[in-house]
């Protein structure tokens, strides 16, 4: 389907430079390619399959394009082979940075720490806010959680930091920490987990000390020209979660402490993981990934009873996410829905920074490409969510031909 001429014209102005926060790392437009888990290392390091991802991704148009899940530390990864950033790591990444820059983009990386939610056999100890039942990594021994001490926060804050930094130094534009999906920092946030009777515990102002208290420690790390972004939720999607009036009090404290931008999502793995995907549930592949037998019966018996399925909408975080635009100035890049001119229209209309996309260009790399030249006014990516399933046979992809 292509647009209707005064659509091109009012598209362009999604393609022009902008500059993150207050630095000075500009983008080529508005774009981002959201950090979704791209299962492309061997052994923790990125392959090559993972620099031609992004590569693709920088020639297709986007702005910056997000490396997604990169572990503080070994201890930090959701299973053991998960990629971690260490000095074996940071040699394709840098390549991959080099590559990226080449072909017109800018490339940042999701840093991340998954807490409860775990089956990484080599991590020394699973911490949590709390002490949590962990039914991710039960079936592989690890049916609990420790509650993190005073020391453990400072380490994890370390961890982040020197991360951050190690990033910057190879030629990285930018970072996102991960506040949301009921990883580590956001089970801080989320009375669901966090349980604590402490100053970490409570109200919205304890349970966001810690995450905030990181966060700072990074942006103070790296200095003002390499942008700290923050990937939080809107609420976690569920009765007595972290709540949309929790995430104004945290986006208010992000600006406070000079965060170079949010970028607003939604959903908890462990809970309700459809929240931020929206459409079909792809089962039956999920069921076949499992890495046992116990995992496989478990998901056949459970997964229709326990895995909610939430319909696609068009922009469907923008009710919730325009309370935040109306309560803090800083940089928001909206996330959740968009995968046509006028939903790209409509989210730079509401006063959105920019746009974070991640099926439309997993669909298609040209995609951002075929919408400015008019070729092309809506993804053709139908929402089946099998792309999550190829996660883990070899690396994310689309199943469709990007024609149809």
């Known amino acids: 389907m292509q ?12 393609f022009i430079k902008r500059s993150i926060g207050s630095s000075q790392v500009v983008l080529e437009n508005v774009f981002i390619k959201s950090a979704t888990f791209e299962g492309m290392y061997s052994a923790g390091i990125p392959t090559q399959k993972l620099i031609d991802h992004h590569v693709d991704l920088a020639k297709g148009g986007v702005g910056m394009t997000t490396i997604s899940y990169g572990a503080v530390s070994a201890d930090a990864r959701t299973f053991d082979s998960q990629m971690y950033i260490h000095k074996d790591s940071l040699v394709p990444l840098k390549l991959l940075a080099e590559k990226v820059h080449a072909a017109g983009a800018k490339v ?25 039942f962990n039914a991710y990594g039960f079936l592989s021994g690890m049916g609990f959680s420790e509650a993190m001490t005073l020391k ?41 987990t966090n349980k604590r009777k402490d100053e970490f515990g409570g109200s919205i102002e304890n349970r966001s000390r810690f995450p905030l208290q990181l966060v700072q420690r990074v942006v103070t790390a790296v200095g003002e020209n390499f942008p700290v972004l923050v990937k939080l939720n809107l609420s976690d999607g569920f009765k007595n979660g972290f709540s949309l009036e929790d995430c104004v009090y945290v986006s208010k404290q992000l600006e406070k402490i000079n965060c170079a931008a949010i970028v607003l999502s939604g959903g908890f793995t462990s809970k309700t993981p459809f929240y931020l995907m929206r459409g079909k549930i792809p089962l039956k592949g999920m069921i076949q990934n499992g890495s046992s037998w116990a995992e496989k019966i478990t998901m056949a018996v459970f997964g229709p009873f326990i895995i909610k399925e939430y319909k696609f909408e068009p922009n469907f975080f923008l009710d919730q996410a325009l309370k935040v635009r109306k309560a803090v100035n800083l940089d928001l890049v909206y996330l959740g829905g968009v995968d046509s001119v006028d939903g790209m229209l409509q989210i730079l209309e509401k006063g959105f920074n920019f746009i974070a996309l991640a099926r439309p260009l997993i669909h298609d790399p040209s995609f951002l490409h075929k919408i400015r030249s008019g070729n092309l006014s809506k993804s053709l990516c139908n929402r089946c969510n099998e792309c999550i399933v190829e996660m883990d046979r070899g690396g994310v992809k689309c199943v469709l031909d990007s024609a149809g």
């Open 108 to 132: 940042s990386i999701q840093l991340t720490h998954c807490g409860y939610f775990s089956k990484n056999k080599t991590a020394r100890k699973i911490l949590a806010p709390s002490k949590l």
């Open 152 to 192: 453990d926060m400072e380490l994890v804050i370390n961890d982040f930091v020197k991360a951050a930094i190690s990033l910057k130094t190879i030629g990285f534009d930018a970072v996102e920490i991960h506040m949301g999906h009921g990883y580590l920092l956001s089970q801080f946030l989320s009375p669901l």
């Open 3 to 14: 647009p209707k001429p005064n659509t091109i014209n009012q598209i362009n102005k999604a």
